[in-house]
């Protein structure tokens, strides 16, 4: 069987390009204004939003990366769930989707090639979704991913930058992806790799639609800047200051084990060293720091509720079938996007 991540020269997550980097490159373009952009680039949001009329805004993101796994079923399958989060993070429905593919088609076979598609085409199906197109190229790693395009109405956007102080936070998945993938790398703990490739995998689709019956004033996904970088983003947009209990996190299984072998993706790293705005208790023990900066792919979402709404949207979400739905931390006060982990 072909070991696909040996194919991968910078690891997934990791390749992503760090916060710092680009938001350095980013800061040197000019703002474009259109009056029917409701949500650009200014808020590093999950996806942009252009109103169409009244009652439908198009929503749209793009993501893709190297392998992550080495089945290429899978593999087109986590790639896609990744890249629909988005829309579900904008409180929107995935309408369709385009191919993204690089494919070093020299070294590996055709069905390869199949099975990745095959993964990503069915996952879009699941999400009720379609494939209408996409682009491929030659290239020395194989990558994958989609551009998405979703409806939703104007008024009824979630965006990463309305969080309030009061709010509650709730995540939807548990943490460790990205460490988890560094175990499977080293063949170890096989148990948390399973569950941690299950949850890739699996779409976020259910927790929105949950969500979407609760009063959310903001929400992102936790992707590859960690769940501290895009707490971050969430707190600046907002002008907030927010408090995370490292207690509560749900994590998944033996991935503090794994973190504290230091089986730790060089992208935690990257992240750590951007986020100057975080502060932590001193007894929050290292491994769960690591976690805490560890980039995830296909994360869960991250609502901000009201706090009197909290407990019972995450009630919702477990009787839905989120059994990682957890309450992490609070919106304690106005401020410039200081974090504190308790």
Not at 287 to 294: A, G, K, T, V, Y
Request: charged residues 15%; hydrophobic residues 45%; contains cysteine.
């Amino acid at each position: 069987m072909v070991k696909l991540t040996e194919y991968s020269q910078r690891g997934g997550c990791a390749a992503k390009l760090g916060p710092g980097d680009l938001a350095g490159v980013l800061n040197q373009l000019p703002v474009m204004h259109n009056p029917n952009v409701l949500v650009g680039i200014t808020t590093s949001d999950d996806a942009g939003v252009y109103k169409l009329n009244a009652t439908t805004a198009l929503v749209q993101t793009v993501d893709f990366f190297t392998p992550i796994v080495d089945d290429p079923y899978l593999f087109g399958q986590i790639a896609a769930a990744n890249s629909l989060s988005d829309i579900y993070a904008m409180g929107a429905t995935p309408l369709t989707a385009l191919n993204l593919v690089a494919f070093p088609n020299c070294k590996l076979p055709g069905e390869v090639l199949l099975a990745i598609l095959q993964g990503g085409q069915d996952k879009v199906a699941e999400a009720g979704a379609v494939i209408i197109g996409g682009h491929s190229i030659v290239d020395n790693e194989p990558k994958y991913g989609l551009s998405v395009t979703g409806l939703a109405h104007p008024e009824k956007i979630w965006t990463n930058a309305g969080a309030q102080p009061g709010d509650c936070l709730v995540l939807t998945k548990a943490l460790g992806t990205g460490i988890l993938t560094s175990a499977a790398r080293a063949d170890l703990f096989p148990h948390g790799v399973a569950e941690a490739t299950a949850s890739m995998a699996a779409l976020n689709a259910v927790a929105a639609k949950v969500a979407a019956g609760f009063n959310i004033n903001a929400c992102t996904d936790i992707t590859g800047f960690g769940l501290l970088g895009h707490v971050y983003e969430m707190a600046a947009g907002s002008k907030v200051s927010i408090t995370i209990d490292s207690t509560a996190l749900p994590l998944l299984p033996e991935a503090a084990e794994a973190a504290n072998m230091g089986l730790v993706p060089g992208g935690a790293y990257t992240n750590r060293n951007y986020l100057k705005t975080v502060t932590f208790a001193e007894p929050v023990k290292e491994n769960i720091r690591d976690i805490c900066f560890d980039p995830q792919t296909s994360g869960g979402l991250l609502f901000a509720v009201p706090g009197d709404q909290a407990q019972a949207l995450i009630a919702a979400l477990q009787a839905a079938g989120v059994a990682a739905a957890s309450l992490i931390g609070q919106v304690t006060a106005d401020g410039g996007g200081d974090i504190y982990v308790r």
